[in-house]
């Protein structure tokens, strides 16, 4: 099996913030991943990345939260982008001046 891409979107959030999501479905997992699924989901406010879930090579899968980076327990891409919508939520929440 090749690679096959199954999300690609840019979403707007508000007039200064976006989030990008991509995810691949791999043949094989990634180093330091149990699962086929290569993903990376940035939230960027007024130009600065301020969330971001991604499963770089060899890290496996982790959220980078400002500075501060942890694991993050992948389950499925649909779980995935939930947790990820949540935290954008939670972000706004915290943040309502950006």
Known sequence: ??????????????????AELVIWQLAAPLAGSSHTFKYRL???????????????????????W???????????PRQLMADFFEDIRRYNHEHPED
């Open 1 to 18: 099996m090749r690679a096959k891409q199954l999300v690609k979107q840019r979403v707007e959030v508000h007039a200064r913030a976006f």
């Open 42 to 64: 940035a939230y960027v406010v007024a130009g600065i990345c301020v969330l971001r879930y991604d499963n770089e090579a060899g890290k496996g899968n982790h959220r980078h």
């Open 66 to 76: 400002g500075s501060t980076e942890a694991t993050y327990e992948f389950s499925n």
